[in-house]
């Protein structure tokens, strides 16, 4: 079985840092790419980074850009997304998620991020 576990989410202020993890397992970690995607209440579920294989990023708003990192340690199975100045705009169930082609075929049960002013 595929399991996708996020942790790492909590309640902080503006202006704080977190980092998110996913640690995988029951799947092959290196031949994945994998995401973080956020859904904050009454808004749709939004991309936030993706990393290839290959250790190539990827990033969706622009309002994460220069803020939120993506990165992945193949030897921990474990994805991460570093989010600095936190925003309330950023509050959200994180999610992260796997794919081995096109679709994003994995995912976890998210993690809770609360940004208070």
């Known amino acids: 079985q595929v399991h996708l576990v996020e942790s790492g989410g909590g309640l902080v202020q503006a202006g704080d840092s977190l980092r998110l993890s996913c640690a995988v397992s029951?799947?092959?970690?290196?031949?994945?790419?994998m995401g973080w995607f956020r859904q904050a209440p009454g808004k749709e579920r939004e991309f936030v980074a993706d990393?290839?294989?290959?250790?190539?990023?990827?990033y969706g708003a622009d309002s994460v850009k220069g803020r939120f990192t993506i990165s992945r340690d193949n030897a921990k199975n474990t994805v991460y997304l570093q989010m600095n100045s936190l925003k309330p705009e950023d509050t959200a169930v994180y999610y992260c998620?796997?794919?081995?082609?096109?679709?994003?075929?994995?995912w976890g049960q998210g993690t809770q991020v609360t940004v208070s002013e």
């Open positions: 990393i290839n294989r290959f250790g190539m990023k990827d």
């Open positions: 029951g799947l092959t970690f290196g031949s994945y790419a």
């Open positions: 998620a796997g794919r081995l082609r096109a679709d994003w075929t994995y």
